[in-house]
């Protein structure tokens, strides 16, 4: 255990979207709620924070949040003392006098937090030193889902509330109710986090075509263009309901990052993006859809690729091609019709796996007691 008057400084830049500032938010209160420690959470964009915790006022340089003492990244850096540890998320600049500081004290341990891979690579890469400012070392950490990564966040006792969470068919009734949901009995309940995608029309397609109801859920964001003009309509908001045949479209508010999870434990099947609801929907053990986030030269899809890789381990070979056909078609724009009804007939094999595919990950230490253990080895 480091000593709780440790100091960590953990910086955000919000690039675009919502991951950069979820994760390191996810991060930033766990170190504090289960380490201990004093961590500073300093974050160019408040307004992109507000979003997941509208707790945050926007206009404050400074104020506290869940025991985590938020800054505002201010163009003009304020004078102050480096921290004991210092995380840059993902490969962000730190302000110069900031570093200037790291150099006149004895030097603290400088991490940076790298995006999430199931590349081989990244145990190679994990933990080794980067550059150096001076006397001061950079060190790379890597989140990963294999033995020798820093692993994935994952807050003490997650799996054991989630459990009882979709144990309780009272509890999910009324959380779902509380966002205005109303579940029609034997429906197939999906949620949609997803970036513009040309291959939902085809899925929407699918669904309202089947016998099984579907009840998909569309959390405000920028996936609403695609779903309103499959629907037909203008323009979507908030608390509008669409059915088409068999198929309940419900646009809900962009909730809270804490709300989120309980939506992903509610849903029999979650389409998610980017890195933290990627990860969230792992802890959920209910199967799911990714759409990465989409890089230069398409080196997203090798990531996309080791994942499923990864993943499919341990399922038979037309669940493994159900489920990896349609992500690919998702990631590429494509049709999704065959893989979403492969993906339907493996359905209950696929739940199984989602839920062993969870309990092997919780296995392997999570993130924030690897980046403490990480310094605790290093002093
Ligand atoms: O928003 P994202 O697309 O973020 C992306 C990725 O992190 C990507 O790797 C990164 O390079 C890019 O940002 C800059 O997806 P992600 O990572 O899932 O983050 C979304 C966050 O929003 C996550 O913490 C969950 C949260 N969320 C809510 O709090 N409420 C909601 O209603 C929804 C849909 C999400």
Request: charge should be negative.
């Amino acid at each position: 255990m480091p000593d709780t008057n440790t100091r960590w400084d953990v910086f955000c830049t919000v690039v675009d979207n919502f991951g950069d500032i979820g994760v390191t938010w996810r991060l930033a209160r766990q170190l504090v709620a289960e380490h201990s420690v004093q961590v500073r959470l300093w974050v160019d964009d408040l307004r992109a924070f507000e979003r997941l915790c509208p707790e945050i006022d926007n206009q404050l340089a400074q104020q506290w949040q869940q025991g985590v003492e938020v800054r505002h990244w201010p163009a003009d850096w304020p004078a102050v003392d480096a921290a004991d540890v210092v995380i840059a998320a993902f490969a962000c600049q730190l302000p110069a006098p900031y570093m200037d500081a790291m150099a006149a004290r004895e030097p603290p341990l400088w991490l940076n937090l790298d995006y999430l891979s199931a590349e081989d690579w990244v145990v190679g890469c994990h933990g080794l030193p980067s550059v150096k400012y001076r006397n001061v070392q950079k060190y790379f950490f890597f989140p990963g889902f294999r033995q020798g990564t820093g692993g994935l966040l994952r807050e003490r006792g997650l799996l054991e509330r989630r459990r009882q969470f979709q144990q309780s068919a009272q509890v999910q009734r009324e959380f779902l109710q509380g966002l205005g949901i109303e579940r029609a009995p034997d429906s197939l309940l999906i949620s949609l986090f997803a970036y513009e995608n040309a291959g939902l029309a085809s899925w929407l397609d699918c669904l309202a075509r089947d016998s099984t109801p579907s009840h998909m859920l569309v959390p405000e964001g920028r996936i609403l263009g695609d779903v309103a003009r499959w629907l037909g309509v203008e323009e979507l908001a908030a608390g509008e309901v669409h059915v088409r045949d068999g198929l309940t479209v419900q646009v809900l508010p962009f909730v809270r990052q804490d709300q989120y999870d309980l939506l992903l434990w509610s849903c029999d099947f979650n389409a998610v993006r980017g890195e933290d609801s990627f990860v969230r929907a792992q802890w959920a053990g209910r199967p799911l859809l990714w759409h990465i986030y989409r890089q230069d030269e398409d080196i997203h899809l090798d990531k996309l690729e080791a994942f499923l890789a990864l993943y499919t381990k341990g399922l038979s070979p037309p669940a493994s091609e159900a489920i990896s056909g349609l992500w690919r078609a998702w990631n590429d724009g494509a049709a999704m019709t065959d893989g979403w009804q492969a993906t339907r007939k493996y359905a209950p094999e696929l739940q199984q796996h989602a839920e062993a595919w969870c309990l092997e990950q919780a296995l392997q230490d999570d993130l924030a007691a690897a980046l403490v253990q990480f310094y605790v080895n290093w002093i």
